[in-house]
């Protein structure tokens, strides 16, 4: 073995040894959720507003637990989904089902299916406010 040699090795070593955890921790990293605004109007109701929202939650994806100061309605376009709510029990949604989340009402969705869940949720809100808070 070359001089050369017996210098790679040992680098190449420590160089794998600093990307493998890196490379780990990323891949433990839970799939982030995709929230995109469709669209928002003013509503006839003074102070209101109404809020059209794509949601997709990736395979072994969560939201995370929050609230939203509106009532929320959610339509399941695409996979499953286990809703988590508070003061009710866990329910699975698939394709075609619909939803309905009181204001304030702490949940989360999660997707423990084997493809994307695609939602499409619709907000009456309080404008001006935001429209997710995480929960406390």
Sequence with gaps: MTARQRW???GV???LAISFPAAAARAQQAP???RAVLQKHDLRAPGEEGVMAFVEIPVGGREGRHTHPAEAFGYVLEGTI???ADGAPST???AGDSFFIAPGQVHEAINNGSTPAKLVAVFVADKGKPL???AK
């Design 8 to 10: 790679i090795g040992p």
């Design 13 to 15: 070593l420590v160089a």
């Design 32 to 34: 982030s959720v995709k």
């Design 82 to 84: 286990i809703l988590d």
């Design 92 to 94: 699975i949604y698939k």
């Design 132 to 134: 997710t808070t995480p």
